[in-house]
């Protein structure tokens, strides 16, 4: 599996030093940006897949830039990072799509559980994709081979169907290949 690469965005450059530091040596490819408007440049290149995001920035707050971040790429995984936590800002991140929410001083052995986590979800979901278009193109009604006119007419229903979120039931003699 890649490892996935992953933003940090913290406006405090030791915090930020650390945290890169380690991650870099779990093997990830670490961006760093030191406030919001510089993490979102980074993220339009689309190369991160994971941000550590603190929760006060010196551009811009980082629910504001989860926000932002959310409409780029709605799968951009966002884990909230702060020092003065609340419950409210809490939910509002966790509402507005962060993955988690963390306090500092962080447990740096909960944040990479943590990430390990993200990045197993992430892989899934990507594998999942190219498994559903690797299905998608083996199954064409292209490959069917018949020469009636019915069957043109079966193929294309199949294809309208196969479409909606709809349950049908096929029916037919044993044996002619219903399945």
């Known amino acids: ?13 030791s ?18 940006a030191g406030d919001g408007a510089s993490a979102f440049e980074l993220l339009q290149k689309g190369i991160f897949e994971i941000v550590l995001l603190d929760y006060r920035l010196p551009d811009m707050d ?7 971040i959310k409409e780029l ?3 951009t995984e966002v884990v909230m990072i702060t020092a003065f936590g609340s419950i409210e800002n ?3 991140a966790l509402k507005a799509g962060a993955s988690e929410y963390l306090t500092k001083p962080i447990d740096l052995d909960d944040l ?12 899934l979901i990507r594998e999942n994709m190219v498994l559903r278009e690797t299905l998608r193109d083996r199954f064409k009604s292209e490959e069917f081979v018949y020469q009636s006119e019915k069957m043109h007419e079966v193929s294309s229903l199949v294809v ?13 003699e044993s044996g002619v290949g219903k399945e």
């Open 90 to 92: 809490a939910v509002g």
């Open 112 to 123: 990479l559980f943590k990430l390990r986590k993200i990045e197993e979800k992430t892989y």
């Open 160 to 172: 309208r169907i196969a479409k909606t979120d709809s349950t049908c039931i096929i029916t037919g």
């Open 62 to 68: 980082g629910l504001t830039l989860l926000k932002k």
């Open 15 to 32: 915090q930020r030093s650390l945290l890169a530091g380690l991650l870099k040596n779990e093997g990830y490819t670490v961006g760093e």
């Open 1 to 13: 599996m890649d490892r996935v690469g992953i933003l940090v965005v913290e406006d405090e450059e």
């Open 73 to 75: 790429n709605p799968a």
